[in-house]
């Protein structure tokens, strides 16, 4: 079992290692899906906790269709994020058909050496996320897939996670988005990935704006594991 939380300011990534949660996703802006954070942030953070931080790298919200400006800025922040020692970046590149970008992810993936890989939500916005799935598998420096099992109802992205799972190979499946602690149990019943990602869960007022609530983040780690 292996949980991961979202932290924007170091406060947070303090209060989840706490918690007793197995890793950190530092980002920016939560209340645009997450962008880079600064760089004196992930500094501070790999330097303060001892579990792993990942770190995303999406330099704005507009679009997951990136232009080859934003790629070079993407790589050079894979470049800075690898020399603080961050433990892997987020990140997620698709083309104007809502398929992965693989030109522009092998491009990304040349400054990653070294770090561990999660390819981010922006799967949930191809057409076909068992496919895109399928696609990355091809990628050994991809270690991680982080899902919602694409749009639609509750049951159907369940079905789709399952198959991602069948198709992922090496990677593990990240269940995130909506889980808290009233469903976190039936969705590990019907996946069972043991990789789950939470975000306003855990936090005070359930607000992407407000930090961290200890007991929150403690509640959802004894519900997992017990």
Not at 198 to 225: C, D, M, W
């Amino acid at each position: 079992m292996y949980i991961e939380f979202i932290a924007t300011t170091l406060e947070d990534a303090l209060i989840i290692e706490q918690s007793g949660a197995d890793r950190i996703e530092l980002v920016s802006a939560l209340t645009e899906g997450g962008l880079t954070p600064s760089h004196s942030l992930i500094e501070a953070a790999v330097n303060r906790v001892s579990i792993p931080v990942n770190v995303m790298v999406r330099p704005h919200s507009q679009t997951f269709c990136y232009s080859y400006d934003d790629i070079l800025i993407m790589k050079n922040d894979i470049h800075i994020i690898r020399s603080l020692g961050a433990n892997a970046v987020v990140l997620g590149v698709l083309n104007e058909n809502h398929e992965v970008n693989q030109h522009m992810l092998e491009e990304l993936l040349t400054e990653c050496s070294g770090l561990e890989v999660t390819f981010h939500r922006a799967i949930d916005s191809t057409n076909n996320p068992v496919q895109a799935a399928k696609t990355l598998a091809q990628y050994k420096e991809i270690t991680t897939i982080l899902t919602s099992g694409g749009n639609g109802e509750f049951s159907s992205r369940l079905q789709t996670i399952q198959e991602m799972k069948t198709v992922s190979e090496h990677i593990s499946i990240l269940v995130g988005s909506g889980l808290n602690a009233s469903n976190i149990c039936t969705v590990h019943s019907a996946v069972n990935t043991g990789y789950y990602h939470f975000g306003t869960a855990v936090r005070k007022n359930h607000s992407p704006i407000e930090g961290i609530h200890l007991e929150k983040a403690k509640e959802i780690v004894q519900l997992l594991k017990g």
